[in-house]
């Protein structure tokens, strides 16, 4: 006989997975169905190789119309969907993004405002762990400084830097989901370029050092392990 859950969630994304810490912590019972392979952290391997079996592998699908697309890069299917696998940039969206309509007829505007979400960008930002400096990133709307200093710029990041001060620009460093320090029991990057493979050491923001322990904490009912077995 098929147990009773208070919540099913289907697919085991950075979505699925965030609503899935939440509900649990919350009292909820949850299971996560996942088509794609279940893993952890040490499954991640940094090859490029390797990495390509963390990308969407299946038929070329329709987001709309009959134009069918093969996602490549930027899906992915296995616990931590395409989230398991980005080069951690995640800057916010400005305030003029809400009303391209109203602002420049084109588009549609959003039914809420960026300080409406303000609130959400500030606290995922600690929950998954942001690094960047809010004070050089003039053009960022408000809001709460990130919870890591920005990682330090190499070389070539400082010549182009310089070249844009001498045309009268100013820069920024990235706002990024990877470490610059130890940050909530997860180490800092080691500056070795393989986010692309999911960061076999954790310092990357991917599910499965943000969401997944946190869905099955022992505080929480649990989410269950349906298609995400061979997890501790
Ligand atoms: S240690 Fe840093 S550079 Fe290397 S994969 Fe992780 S986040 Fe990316």
């Not at 952890?40 to 134009?67: C, F, M, T």
């Not at 960008?121 to 400084?145: F, H, I, K, M, N």
């Not at 320090?181 to 393989?194: M, N, T, V």
Request: with cysteine; charged share 20%.
């Amino acid at each position: 006989m098929m147990e009773s859950r208070d919540v099913v969630i289907v697919g085991a994304g950075a979505s699925g997975l965030m609503l899935a810490a939440r509900l649990a912590e919350g009292g909820q019972s949850v299971t996560v169905l996942e088509a794609g392979p279940a893993r952890q952290l040490s499954d991640l391997v940094s090859s490029q190789i390797w990495a390509r079996k963390l990308k969407w592998s299946e038929p070329a699908v329709s987001e709309s119309g009959d134009h069918k697309i093969g996602h490549a890069f930027n899906a992915g299917s296995g616990t931590g969907g395409s989230a398991l696998h980005h080069y951690g940039v995640w800057l916010r969206m400005h305030e003029g993004d809400f009303t391209l309509q109203s602002d420049h007829g084109v588009g549609l505007d959003w039914p809420l405002s960026y300080a409406d979400l303000a609130p959400h960008y500030d606290r995922v930002q600690t929950e998954v762990g942001l690094s960047g400096d809010a004070d050089q990133e003039r053009w960022r709307p408000q809001g709460a400084p990130y919870p890591m200093p920005p990682l330090p710029l190499f070389a070539q990041s400082r010549v182009l830097a310089r070249g844009f001060e001498k045309t009268g620009r100013h820069t920024s460093p990235l706002p990024l989901a990877i470490n610059s320090e130890p940050y909530e029991g997860r180490r800092s990057c080691q500056y070795d370029g393989w986010c692309d493979a999911g960061c076999p050491i954790g310092a990357l923001g991917n599910p499965l050092v943000t969401w997944l322990p946190r869905a099955r904490c022992r505080r929480a009912t649990g989410a269950q392990r349906h298609g995400l077995s061979g997890h501790p």
